[in-house]
């Protein structure tokens, strides 16, 4: 039965999204604006949903980092329709012409911008990831079945039934953005697998989850990654900067995927920046964890073990380790890196542009937070997810990195000899 519900959410996302390939620019602006409308007045509805899945997320003991990501506010809400907004405002991707020449025997050949197809979206915890997938997928012309976390089932539902409301009063068809409605995990099983409705899959959440889906995939598959994040504070850096930018990056959310997981510190600077920067971790309620060197100065610090280094905590955790050279500190990353957001703290320009150069990730920092590794501040109106892989996309996903291509050839009676 559960197969049956879902492969007809299936057709109809396919249906709909032959007829979103072909919508207007204007016709896609005025959905989003409508879905952004709709969230503003819909408030209240949307938060009493979140209350329920917040109370059962505290009777399961989810931890304060991740009750902050299910966290629905009005200021949240607000962001959300803001987001759809930024989405309506960009330049519509879909038919544009990216490159066109002409063969000698006068065949002309182009290359067009066109839309994925049906998205398929498997994610946890965050409900704003209903809105932004809702949002960018609309604006590329793409149907998305959507299939969020247990512990915002209700927001979610209730997110969704917002967004069609918007959808409806702009005409967009039936289908263009479906929710499975159940917490059943065999649905999961399903659209791993539903190579006849889905174009590609996007996991967002934890690394079981995006473990599972790429293992067990027959459908394409886009990875998104578990942010294990570094910050390296250089010989020399300017160290009221860095601890600005470090508490920023650990603390503000920890629990998403840009937030810092492990600080690098040289060894010139650690004497006298670990006090600075622990005091203040230690009053925002940050339990530290450190090597050898960084217990010998930080009496408050936990002994670090191997697997500190490879662990995104999503946490008020944070690992530091105190390291000889710039080169150590780059060899660390490369090794326990995720490859998603990565920050060097520096006065010197060599070293910098070294660190970009040397460290492979999707967002590599010089002087700034890990925590701008977002769509909507990299200026996409939001994002899809972070992809931490090489091929179609790396880092923020937005419009573009939901579009495919196809050639389009004009010819005038040319045939092969």
């Not at 902050?68 to 329709?81: E, F, G, S």
């Not at 927001?155 to 263009?176: H, M, Q, Y």
């Not at 959440?205 to 473990?211: S, V």
């Not at 964890?289 to 662990?311: F, H, M, N």
Request: glycine share 8%; hydrophobic share 40%; charged share 25%.
């Amino acid at each position: 039965m559960l197969r049956e519900i879902i492969y007809k959410q299936g057709q109809l996302a396919k249906d709909a999204a032959e007829k979103l390939a072909a919508a207007t620019e204007e016709q896609k602006n005025k959905a989003l604006l409508a879905m952004a409308q709709e969230l503003r007045v819909s408030q209240q509805e949307i938060i009493a949903a979140n209350h329920l899945d917040l109370e059962e997320g505290k009777k399961k003991g989810l931890s304060k980092a991740l009750l902050d990501r299910l966290l629905i506010t009005p200021d949240r809400i607000n962001d959300m329709a803001s987001g759809l907004e930024a989405i309506a405002a960009l330049p519509d991707p879909i038919g544009e012409v990216t490159s066109m020449w002409t063969r000698a025997g006068g065949l002309q050949i182009g290359k067009v911008r066109v839309p994925l197809g049906v998205v398929g979206i498997i994610y946890e915890s965050r409900p704003n990831v209903t809105v932004d997938a809702a949002g960018l997928c609309l604006k590329t012309g793409n149907a998305t079945i959507l299939r969020g976390g247990s512990e915002a089932f209700r927001s979610n539902k209730a997110l969704c039934l917002v967004i069609k409301r918007g959808l409806t009063k702009a005409g967009i068809p039936e289908g263009a953005v479906q929710l499975i409605d159940t917490t059943d995990r065999q649905a999961v099983d399903i659209l791993l697998k539903m190579n006849q409705y889905l174009d590609v899959l996007i996991p967002r959440g934890g690394a079981g989850l995006i473990k599972n889906v790429v293992e067990n995939a027959t459908v394409p598959v886009i990875e998104t990654g578990v942010g294990n994040c570094h910050i390296y504070v250089d010989e020399g850096a300017d160290l009221e900067m860095a601890k600005n930018i470090v508490f920023n990056a650990k603390t503000q959310r920890p629990g998403v995927c840009n937030a810092l997981e492990t600080l690098l510190v040289h060894v010139e600077e650690a004497a006298e920046f670990l006090p600075l920067v622990a005091e203040a971790l230690l009053k925002a309620g940050v339990e530290l964890r450190g090597c050898s060197e960084v217990r010998k100065i930080l009496k408050d610090a936990l002994e670090a073990s191997e697997q500190d280094w490879s662990t995104e905590y999503l946490d008020y955790i944070l690992a530091i380790k105190v390291v000889q050279n710039i080169e150590e500190a780059v060899n660390h990353i490369n090794r326990y890196g995720t490859g998603h957001s990565e920050a060097i703290i520096t006065r010197d320009y060599s070293r910098a542009r070294y660190f970009q150069q040397r460290v492979d990730a999707a967002a590599v920092y010089v002087n700034a937070s890990t925590r701008f590794t977002d769509g909507f501040q990299f200026g996409f109106g939001a994002e899809i997810g972070i992809s931490t892989q090489k091929l179609h996309a790396r880092g923020p996903m937005g419009p573009l990195e939901l579009t495919t291509y196809k050639y389009i050839i004009n010819g005038d009676g040319q045939i092969r000899l």
